[in-house]
């Protein structure tokens, strides 16, 4: 069998992707399939950290829109990811994997929060480490809190899980035309306004020379085999 090419990784999993077809709430076939490949990461030796999104539930700035307060929309968002984060939680334990759930805002009666070096010696001893609430802060995306967390974490790549199988010149939906990148630099993400991540995440990624791995999680088998190295979705990296 072959070496994992990444042995700690950092998983962003969408809200919208945890609720499949539906596009709303949860669906835990989806989310079943998805552990059981996270299952398979963790047999294989890789240690595992995820970030949740929540906007299968609430997305602050456009649920909130300008009938809310900003600060108080995003912090419904961070709640929402947290309902998230508890939901794939106890479908990894159902699989007999071990895991912990840190938030970055104190919520004591449900989760761990969130400590630095208590998430790295949780990864060490096998367990996935799931992180709701995103950085904890307002006007932060939890794409964001992906990349920050990754670079706490010392994560030797990021995994974005998304609706979409890579990095386009456009959007594939309105063009018909546009290209699927294989390989992009983050100043090109950057300069040609490429909306995968916004600008803060992709930003720190390249401050923190963190590989970025866009692909489906149509099919959830896709994580294992960016895993393992195989040529999945589009690469976001420095200059080669």
Same mark, same amino acid.
């Given at each position: 069998?072959?070496?994992?090419?990444?042995?700690?990784?950092?998983?962003?999993?969408?809200?919208?992707?945890?609720?499949?077809?539906?596009?709303?709430?949860?669906?835990?076939?989806?989310?079943?399939?998805?552990?059981?490949? /996270?299952?398979k990461?963790?047999? =294989?030796?890789?240690?595992? #950290?995820? %970030? $949740?999104?929540? +906007?299968?539930?609430?997305?602050?700035?456009?649920?909130?829109?300008?009938?809310?307060?900003?600060?108080?929309?995003?912090?419904?968002?961070?709640?929402?990811?947290?309902?998230?984060?508890?939901?794939?939680?106890?479908?990894?334990?159902?699989?007999?994997?071990?895991?912990?759930?840190?938030?970055?805002?104190?919520?004591?009666?449900?989760?761990?929060?969130? /400590?630095?070096?208590?998430?790295? =010696?949780?990864?060490?001893? #096998?367990? %996935? $480490?799931?992180? +709701?609430?995103?950085?904890?802060?307002?006007?932060?995306?939890?794409?964001?809190?992906?990349?920050?967390?990754?670079?706490?974490?010392?994560?030797?790549?990021i995994?974005?899980?998304?609706?979409?199988?890579?990095?386009?010149?456009?959007?594939?939906?309105?063009?018909?035309?546009?290209?699927?990148?294989?390989?992009?630099?983050?100043?090109?993400?950057?300069?040609?306004?490429?909306?995968?991540?916004?600008?803060?995440?992709?930003?720190?990624?390249?401050?923190?020379?963190i590989?970025v791995?866009?692909?489906?999680?149509?099919?959830?088998?896709?994580?294992?085999?960016?895993?393992?190295?195989?040529?999945?979705?589009?690469?976001?990296?420095?200059?080669?």
């Open positions: 069998m072959s070496e994992p090419q990444y042995r700690r990784v950092l998983l962003k999993l969408s809200g919208e992707a945890l609720a499949g077809g539906a596009g709303r709430g949860l669906d835990f076939d989806v989310i079943g399939s998805v552990c059981d490949v /996270i299952k990461c963790v047999d =294989r030796g890789v240690q595992v #950290g995820i %970030v $949740v999104g929540g +906007g299968n539930f609430w997305r602050g700035l456009k649920d909130g829109g300008d009938r809310m307060e900003r600060t108080r929309a995003d912090h419904m968002g961070m709640l929402a990811t947290t309902i998230n984060a508890l939901a794939v939680a106890d479908v990894l334990e159902q699989k007999g994997v071990d895991v912990r759930v840190q938030t970055a805002i104190e919520m004591r009666a449900v989760a761990e929060p969130y /400590i630095r070096s208590r998430a790295i =010696r949780h990864m060490e001893k #096998g367990r %996935v $480490v799931i992180f +709701g609430c995103g950085t904890g802060n307002p006007f932060f995306s939890t794409d964001t809190a992906a990349v920050l967390r990754a670079a706490e974490i010392d994560a030797d790549a995994l974005l899980a998304k609706n979409i199988d890579g990095v386009y010149s456009a959007d594939p939906k309105k063009d018909p035309n546009a290209v699927k990148y294989d390989t992009i630099t983050y100043d090109d993400m950057l300069s040609r306004h490429l909306q995968v991540m916004d600008s803060t995440a992709t930003s720190l990624s390249m401050d923190n020379k590989p791995i866009l692909f489906a999680l149509k099919d959830p088998e896709n994580i294992l085999r960016v895993v393992m190295g195989e040529k999945i979705g589009t690469i976001v990296k420095e200059e080669p």
